[in-house]
């Protein structure tokens, strides 16, 4: 496999902008690379969700949704390392590890998708060997209504759909990985 490749754009840069808001983090420090516990576990990782936490989102915000992307997956599409909905607007953290399958650390109305590793809830960074550093999209999306009705099975890209259409805002934390 040729691994000689340049970094694209950021995704959100095509999207309808709106106004950002601040997202914050005990274990992600800005432009940073990931520590191994938020490392797949086929990369030898933890495969944990670090801590987030947001705030200074619209006053319009009725729920908030989560998503952690990968635009530098060599597949032409990115990769899809988590999406959570229906998260309540009073919800403004999530701890370490709340993004396991089952879910037991994420509000009862939270909805976690399948990811593109096949699972649901969090999977952890795990671009193949010797490609560039990839980058991790850790992105908080305000959202004007209390839930969006979609199904864990809902295909990535109609998730990603939604959240873009509806968002007042976005809060956005980028770090690095390579093997």
Known sequence: ?????????????????VPSFT???????????LDLAHVHHSGAGENLSPHLRW?????????FAVTVFDPDAPTGCGWWHWQVVNLPVSVTELP????AAEGVLLPTSAVQMRNDYGDFGFGGAGP???????RYFFVVHALPVESLDLSPD??????????????LGRATLVNT???
Do not use: I, K
């Open 23 to 33: 997202l914050t983090s005990d274990d992600l420090a800005p432009d940073a690379a």
């Open 96 to 99: 370490r590890g709340a993004g």
């Open 1 to 17: 496999m040729n691994l000689e490749r340049t970094r694209g754009p950021n995704p959100y840069d095509f999207l309808p902008p």
């Open 177 to 179: 990985y390579a093997h």
């Open 55 to 63: 705030s200074g989102f619209p006053d319009e915000t009725r729920s």
């Open 154 to 167: 809902t295909p990535n890209a109609v998730v990603g759909f939604n959240l873009s259409v509806q968002a």
């Open 128 to 134: 193949p060997p010797g490609d560039m550093p990839h």
